[in-house]
C-alpha cells in the first residue's frame, strides 16, 4: 500500500470543527497529509457562493480554483453542482461534519480501505 500524501481543505467557521456547507463557507483550513501524519498549512478565504437558494457560477470557479492543489474537500454539507465542480478539477469532497482532525483520520480509514481493493 503506498504512503499517503495529500492536502485536504476543511470548511469551518471556528477552525475546530467542520461545520459549514461549502456554498456557505468563508475559509477552508488547509492541512497537508503525509506518512499519516496531519499538517496545518494556512486559511484560505473565500466569497461564499450561495445565497438565497441561489449560487454565484463565478464566485463557485473562483472557491474550486482557491483550493485546486487540495485532493478532498471536507464540508458539513454540499450540492450536487458544487460537488461536480471540484470532481472536474480532481477534488473529491466528503460531508464529515465533526472535530476537523477526527474528520481527516476518518478520510485517511476511508482512502486505505479503498487502496485495498484497487
Known amino acids: 500500500m503506498a504512503d499517503l500524501e495529500f492536502k485536504v ?27 499519516d501524519e496531519l499538517k496545518y498549512l494556512e486559511t484560505r478565504n473565500t466569497s461564499p457562493i450561495c445565497s438565497y437558494q441561489e449560487h454565484d457560477d463565478l464566485k463557485l470557479e473562483e472557491t474550486v480554483n482557491k483550493l ?27 460531508e464529515i461534519p465533526g472535530v476537523i482532525t477526527e474528520s481527516i483520520e476518518q478520510l485517511i480509514k476511508h482512502i486505505k480501505i479503498k487502496q485495498l481493493f484497487e
Open 68 to 94: 485546486i492543489d487540495c485532493k478532498y474537500v471536507l464540508v458539513a454539507r454540499i450540492g450536487i453542482g458544487a460537488e461536480n465542480a471540484l470532481n472536474r478539477k480532481g477534488i473529491e469532497a466528503y
Open 9 to 35: 481543505a476543511a470548511a469551518s467557521s471556528d477552525g475546530i470543527v467542520i461545520n459549514r456547507h461549502f456554498g456557505r463557507a468563508e475559509r477552508f483550513l488547509i492541512f497537508e497529509v503525509k506518512d
